[in-house]
């Protein structure tokens, strides 16, 4: 999925076996996870190398809602990804989006910088939403729904989205389930 270009940019630059993760806080004797190669995984064409590259990441960056440091680097390749293609984003991808936008930690430092970075590609994401019809769209829009009610700006963002019909199949989605009349 991502040309050399987009490695060497984004991914080559990430010092990836010192990202402070749950593993390294907790168990530092063993061998960190490759997380680079869980993120490329990520977006795979194989399922079941999503899934594993999915676990490993949300099994080290945010745990149960809790983010750990790597998170601020994971979100932004991820976003950094989503922007380089948005519509081959991956239904594990955004789940892992949607924790780290949802995530919390001791200061709310980490979690700040996450919801910031997020907000960055909300039309990426509205695009998501608007252009497919399965589990990827569901997931743009719980993110959006989440940080709608985190962020003033991005009420007024997804209400201009609707007024210009970019979020059709939303609205019909809403309509189906007797959210809007």
């Not at 980490?110 to 590609?121: D, Q, T, W």
């Not at 769209?137 to 940080?147: G, K, M």
Request: with cysteine.
């Amino acid at each position: 999925m991502f040309d050399s270009s987009f490695i060497e940019t984004h991914l080559d630059p990430v010092n990836w076996r010192s990202l402070e993760t749950c593993q390294t806080k907790y168990a530092p004797r063993e061998e960190p996870h490759d997380l680079r190669a869980a993120f490329l995984n990520l977006f795979s064409p194989d399922p079941a190398l999503r899934k594993a590259g999915h676990g490993k990441l949300e099994n080290n960056i945010v745990v149960q809602g809790y983010l750990y440091p790597a998170s601020n680097e994971i979100v932004s390749v991820l976003c950094a990804a989503i922007r380089f293609s948005p519509m081959q984003v991956t239904v594990e991808a955004l789940d892992l989006l949607f924790e780290l936008a949802a995530g919390q930690d001791e200061t709310d430092d980490i979690a700040a910088l996450c919801r910031k970075e997020v907000l960055s590609i909300k039309s990426h994401l509205v695009a998501i939403a608007d252009q497919n019809r399965d589990e990827t769209s569901r997931l743009a829009i719980d993110i959006l729904a989440f940080q709608f009610a985190e962020d003033s700006s991005l009420r007024e963002f997804v209400r201009k989205e609707f007024e210009t019909g970019k979020l059709a199949a939303y609205e019909a989605r809403l309509r189906e389930d007797g959210v809007l009349a």
